[in-house]
């Protein structure tokens, strides 16, 4: 706290905290442990937030014997095939969407700004085009010729990814975009080129390297929501995890709660990983707002 | 073209590299822009033509979206639309209270990191285990319901079902509390403690300030963010298919059906729905946009 009167003005970093501390505190004697109407609201809100996952959680372990529910669900050859079908498509929607987005943020930022509102309108059109909506159109769309993807097993998961791709694009694209913001990339790119070196490798050895953060914090949101992604899998007949889950659900009892536990521990332990990247660096990360 | 070349020239170009540069520019784009055109842009152009396609004929027609208005489809479009508001606006004020409370509340640091990861966590955790859990809570057999029984209140009696439109709200509310807790943290963030100073310099109580100050201040991101919400909640589609079978109708249900088989019996019908859920969405991003950018005015 700083000492003497408020410090009107003062831009340091904290000096939020303290003058909003001083200034409000001056009337309430237990100013350390917080306002009760703060309390009364926050313990709403982990009520609200609890009461759902100790539910599931009962229900996991009322299951005979005890933990039944979680190593019927090990058990079950389904359980692991669809969750590592959604990890590995969810992994190469990673890939494939860094591959996309990093050169073509890199490139607006450096030789075509004057894209930039449109590259941005484009990255925005999946929050307006919903999961529903667009995988209607790419069935509709590439159940045909020229491009019967739908007819193949390998075809229909090439377009999931795709779809997913299209999925992860907002998210991807802000978060490389503010990744580039924080880095010099002319400077850098100027530099790699005055060596010698030709745009594949400024990407790869120079551009990438520095968007560590960025690309890992997208890469863990992309990961999670694809994994438990239900929408386009169900209506692609893929044997993702999301569908299993449905199915699950539809046909047990304890089994769908004990999976359903352990798909919220893999959003957290995603969000979780997000918070530590994140801890200390400059990008903003933006998480949040996909079903 | 001719725009392009003069702009290259007024930057000072070197003479011999505007052909080059020009070409370059539009080269790094065009993996993108073929990307954005298969798996976006042509999907769409499929629904938008078969939208105003007759499903025989294939002649342009207005038919389908004059269709809108059947009684199933115009209550589908009517569920949605309140399940959203509802969502939009419950969500939006106990979200704003949620984080007003772990910011200027004075709780322990710990809390605000803690409930930013847990927001993060939760807007995400949605779909078929959200329904499950939910289910789990609140169904006739479910925990809560059985614990409140024990206290003589009994849910079921008074028509309550989880599988209901009721039930749908508050379940959504579940991804929409904390996606409003990530959206407007940083506008709260960004009210500077010189506006409160000034307030109480001048004698405003509490709720001077956040009557004629804060809230004024805010109000377009609390707008925006509303609407953004909304929008979260129309597009949703796998916790509704969860939860309710079909059993409360709702635009991506019906748009999930149509998928499925031909259930409207009337494939023009399916698109122009399709188009009418963009066109909602769009509307919504918009509104959030101009509020957003109206808000930059104070706010950082």
């Known amino acids: 706290m700083s000492g003497g009167g408020p410090a009107i003005g003062s831009r340091a970093p904290g000096a939020l905290e303290s003058v909003a501390n001083s200034s409000v505190a001056a009337d309430r004697p237990r100013r350390s442990w917080g306002a009760p109407w703060a309390w009364i609201i926050f313990l709403i809100g982990v009520l609200y937030f609890t009461v759902p996952l100790i539910a599931t959680f009962i229900i996991s372990m009322r299951a005979k014997p005890l933990f039944a529910g979680y190593t019927n669900s090990f058990a079950d050859s389904r359980f692991l095939s669809s969750l590592t079908y959604s990890f590995v498509i969810g992994l190469i929607t990673v890939v494939l969407s860094i591959a996309l987005v990093v050169p073509t943020a890199y490139w607006v930022r450096l030789r075509a700004p004057r894209l930039r509102p449109f590259v941005e309108f484009v990255t925005l059109l999946p929050f307006v085009i919903p999961p529903v909506v667009l995988v209607f159109g790419l069935i509709r769309a590439y159940s045909r010729p020229p491009l ?54 400024i990407l790869v050895r120079i551009i990438l390297p520095n968007l560590r953060v960025a690309l890992l914090s997208g890469a863990f949101l992309s990961l999670a929501i694809v994994i438990g992604e239900f929408t386009m899998a169900v209506y692609l007949a893929r044997p993702a995890f999301g569908p299993y889950l449905a199915l699950l659900g539809a046909n047990r009892t304890y089994e769908p709660a004990a999976v359903s536990l352990i798909s919220f521990g893999v959003t957290w332990l995603a969000m979780i990983a997000i918070a530590l990247i994140g801890r200390g660096s400059r990008t903003r990360i933006q998480v949040g707002g996909a079903h | 073209m001719s725009d392009s070349a003069t702009v ?9 590299r505007p052909a080059r540069r020009l070409s370059f520019s539009w080269a790094g784009l065009v993996p993108f822009f073929l990307f954005s055109a298969m798996f976006l842009g042509l999907p769409l152009a499929f629904l938008a033509i078969g939208s105003i396609a007759d499903n025989k004929t294939g002649a342009p027609t207005l038919a389908n979206y004059g269709a809108l208005t059947t009684p199933s489809v115009a209550t589908a479009f009517r569920n949605s639309i309140e399940v959203s508001l509802v969502t939009a606006i419950v969500g939006g004020i106990f979200g704003f209270l949620l984080a007003v409370a772990v910011i200027l509340g004075r709780l322990p640091r710990i809390l605000r990191s803690a409930l930013m990861t847990f927001s993060g966590v939760a807007s995400n955790f949605a779909g078929i285990p959200l329904a499950l859990a939910f289910t789990y809570a609140l169904s006739f057999q479910g925990i809560v319901t059985l614990l409140l029984k024990g206290f003589g209140i009994n849910l079921y009696a008074s028509g309550f079902t989880i599988f209901s439109k009721l039930g749908i709200e508050i379940v959504y509310l579940y991804f929409q509390f904390p996606l409003m807790v990530l959206i407007i943290a940083p506008a709260i963030d960004g009210l500077k403690p010189e506006w409160r100073e000034a307030a109480e310099n001048m004698g405003a109580t509490g709720f001077q300030y956040w009557r004629r100050i804060a809230l004024p201040i805010l109000t377009p ?9 909304f929008g979260n909640s129309f597009g949703a589609q796998a916790t509704a298919y969860q939860l309710t079978a079909g059993q409360v109708s709702l635009v991506p249900l019906a748009i999930g059906n149509q998928i499925s088989g031909d259930v409207l019996h009337n494939v023009g019908l399916g698109y122009a729905m399709a188009m009418g859920m963009v066109a909602v969405m769009g509307i ?8 957003q950018r109206r808000s930059e005015r104070w706010l950082r």
């Open chain 2, 221 to 229: 991101t609390l707008l925006g963010s509303m609407i953004l919400l």
């Open chain 2, 8 to 16: 290259i020239i007024e930057r000072d170009a070197p003479p011999a």
């Open chain 2, 284 to 291: 919504s991003i918009v509104g959030y946009t101009l509020l």
């Open chain 1, 148 to 201: 019967p993807f739908t007819n193949t097993d390998i075809g229909s998961s090439a377009l999931l990814v795709f779809a997913y791709i299209v999925l992860s694009l907002p998210y991807m694209y802000r978060s490389v975009d503010s990744g580039l913001r924080a880095i010099d990339i002319r400077t850098l790119t100027e530099a790699a080129q005055s060596m010698g070196a030709g745009w594949f490798t």
